[in-house]
């Protein structure tokens, strides 16, 4: 009851519209295309650190928070943040507008507006995208896929440290708490040149908060439907506020329950600190290190999951043409049930340097190094192994306006799988520049996923009834994956994008079973069954995205995405599993007038896919509508409203967290 009597209120707050007396009208922040402020608008060079999994902008000179930027003056119309700067696409700084390489950004300002609470709700709505949010007894809650490939195919990064933690090999989004993040970047296509393994659909990089230019602290509640609670604090502060040098810190701590779907299975409470801590020691050479420790608790088998983590970016810039970057981290992930017959150890050590150039203004040249170890160990299944793993990369920039090129390749030497490289071209072409513009991008390059310790090593390991029969002969899934697309923009007011992409996907990594009877003297034969894993499969997936964005009124933002989509198992002939072949996706931001409250509309479209190999199960297409309500009131408070799955979809079999409409409303309070 308590839940609902807050949501009543949440609204009747914002119906109420409080006078704009003492308030500054809040920025109508479109859904992932939010104008930063004016403060935000130049990327830093401390952002430029950017390392093995592309590296997060050391903190020093990051943008300022949200929570500074939402009670600044009343803000231009949105441009799409083609101004914004991204370094993941080539870990060189680039405008949006103006990277050579298929990238997306979402801003702390976009998540906001948008009432996201968790990582694959800000993702969602994205062209080309497909969040999947599950829950269970593994403790899922969301996965991302790029252009049709698998979860496990996409690289995710927090500030260029590899995120670990989740089932079936593919990372579990909801480890990371959205109060910690600055911006998102999405980087579409192989990203295996510059980042190695897993990226073989792309790259997410998660670039978290520095400490804040002006102190802030902050304490924000929500609640919701399935028993669901979350709260926040937060606060930064630099200390060359006080004349003791340019010291700083912030740190964002975050408490999430609920029931989901069915308490008895679903129910967890996941506690979150993060934190930075950063000195400049002059102006060209900055250190930022960042902690991270999570902890979820289920009630189901007493499962409980361990994240702890140390992330340390250093940046140097000797002259304006040359920067250094080194980064240096260590995870360690537990997984755990309460009778220890999963009693999981993960620890991840690496480091990686990384050197460019420029030459005679048209040429930046890339150079680095990396060195990854993975250490498992699993005592409940008696089990335990470890690999290293040594990379190297080179990578070129030629800018002949209004041209420009990018070809780089990579050496990733691995103690048992052998030696891959994988190079990628990327070129663009401004074919008009300036308030109207239109660009031409397309890329090229290969990628691949390494087999997991698990696969190679793990023999006798039990995954359920099966017993796994490792194979230390497996090689690497591999991909080759074009792109080709334009993309026109028209000041302000317009922008619109249609890219054609195409993956071709070899040595699958898949498993059969086998069932062994073995006869007895005396009483029934006893079953083994067995999983054994090698290279079996090849694939394809193919499309064309399309998004269109513009201003057709004042205060108004409306964004469509519509992804069509082929997928072949090309041992079969057959549709892969669970890849809709059309996605639709639209939003509608606006300001409503005298009440100074942003309404946020959505709508997504997933259709017919199927649920099984012979394609002879075919899941129906599903609509979902969404809703959210913000307002600031007065200047240092933020209050919203979302209500998801107006349309009460349920029972969809590859989306089990869509079970009727659930609402969230909270409060957030700054000083």
């Not at 090999?169 to 909801?174: E, I, K, Q, R």
């Not at 989901?260 to 290190?289: C, H, W």
């Not at 799955?645 to 969230?664: F, H, P, Q, S």
Request: negative net charge; aromatic residues 10%.
């Amino acid at each position: 009851m308590r839940k609902y009597i807050t949501v009543l209120a949440m609204l009747g707050v914002i119906a109420w519209g409080m006078p704009a007396v003492a308030q500054q009208e809040m920025e109508t922040t479109p859904v992932a295309e939010q104008t930063a402020p004016v403060a935000e608008q130049t990327a830093p060079v401390a952002e430029q650190t950017a390392p093995m999994a592309e590296q997060a902008a050391p903190a020093a000179e990051q943008a300022a928070p949200a929570a500074d930027s939402a009670a600044s003056a009343e803000k231009e119309i949105p441009s799409f943040h083609l101004d914004k700067m991204v370094i993941s696409a080539t870990k060189t700084e680039h405008k949006l507008g103006d990277v050579p390489v298929a990238t997306e950004i979402i801003t702390q300002e976009d998540i906001q507006a948008r009432g996201a609470k968790t990582v694959q709700d800000a993702l969602r709505g994205l062209a080309g995208i497909k969040i999947n949010k599950s829950c269970g007894s593994w403790g899922d809650k969301g996965k991302i896929e790029i252009h049709g490939m698998d979860a496990s195919q996409t690289l995710i990064l927090v500030d260029g440290q590899r995120a670990v933690g989740g089932h079936a090999n593919a990372v579990d989004l909801n480890q990371i708490p959205v109060e910690m993040i600055e911006r998102i970047e999405i980087v579409k296509g192989p990203g295996s040149a510059l980042y190695g393994s897993d990226a073989m659909a792309g790259v997410v990089n998660i670039i978290t908060k520095s400490a804040p230019d002006k102190p802030r602290i902050s304490v924000g509640t929500s609640l919701g439907s399935r028993q669901t609670q979350i709260y926040e604090a937060g606060g930064g502060i630099k200390a060359g506020d006080f004349g003791i040098g340019d010291f700083g810190v912030d740190v964002n701590y975050t408490q999430r329950q609920s029931d989901g779907i069915n308490a008895e299975t679903d129910r967890y409470i996941e506690d979150m600190v993060q934190g930075t801590v950063q000195y400049s020691f002059m102006p060209q050479a900055k250190l930022a290190v960042k902690p991270f420790y999570s902890k979820n608790k289920m009630d189901y088998e007493g499962r409980n999951q361990e994240r702890l983590g140390l992330n340390a970016l250093f940046d140097w810039s000797p002259d304006k043409y040359s920067k250094l970057n080194f980064r240096g981290g260590w995870f360690n992930y537990q997984h755990y049930t309460e009778d220890k017959s999963t009693d999981y150890t993960g620890n991840d050590y690496d480091a990686e340097i990384n050197y460019n150039h420029t030459l005679f203004e048209h040429y930046t040249l890339t150079g680095g190094y990396s060195y990854y170890s993975k250490k498992l160990d699993d005592p409940g299944k008696a089990y335990s192994a470890d690999q290293i793993l040594h990379s190297g990369l080179l990578q070129a920039e030629l800018n002949f306006a209004p041209v420009t090129a990018v070809l780089g390749a990579r050496l990733d030497n691995h103690d048992l799988w052998g030696a891959e490289i994988n190079p990628k071209g990327s070129l663009m072409y401004k074919v008009i520049d300036g308030q109207e513009a239109l660009r031409l991008r397309a890329s090229v390059g290969t990628a691949f996923r390494a087999p997991s310790l698990v696969k190679l090593y793990a023999d006798g390991w039990r995954m359920g009834p099966w017993v796994v029969r490792a194979n230390p002969d497996l090689k690497p899934e591999k991909s080759i994956g074009y792109q080709a697309g334009a993309e026109y923009n028209m000041s302000t007011l317009l922008l619109a994008k249609v890219v054609y992409f195409c993956n071709e996907i070899k040595d699958l990594i898949n498993y059969q079973t086998d069932v062994e009877v073995i006869p007895q003297p005396f009483g029934p034969p006893i079953m083994r069954m067995y999983m054994d894993w090698d290279n079996v499969s090849e694939a394809m997936t193919r499309g064309i995205e399309y998004s269109l964005a513009g201003h057709p009124m004042d205060k108004l933002y409306l964004k469509l995405g519509y992804t069509f989509m082929w997928t072949e198992d090309k041992e079969t002939g057959k549709e892969l599993t669970y890849k809709p072949q059309h996605k639709l996706d639209f939003s509608a931001s606006y300001r409503i007038p005298f009440i100074d409250v942003l309404l946020v509309a959505e709508a997504e479209y997933v259709g017919k896919r199927f649920a099984d190999e012979a394609n002879e199960d075919p899941l129906g297409a599903y609509t979902l509508l969404n809703l959210a309500l913000s307002r600031s009131l007065l200047d240092n408070a933020d209050v919203f409203v979302r209500a998801d799955n107006l349309t009460g979809e349920k029972d969809i079999a590859d989306e089990y967290d869509i079970d009727g409409t659930v609402v969230l409303a909270g409060l957030k309070v700054k000083f």
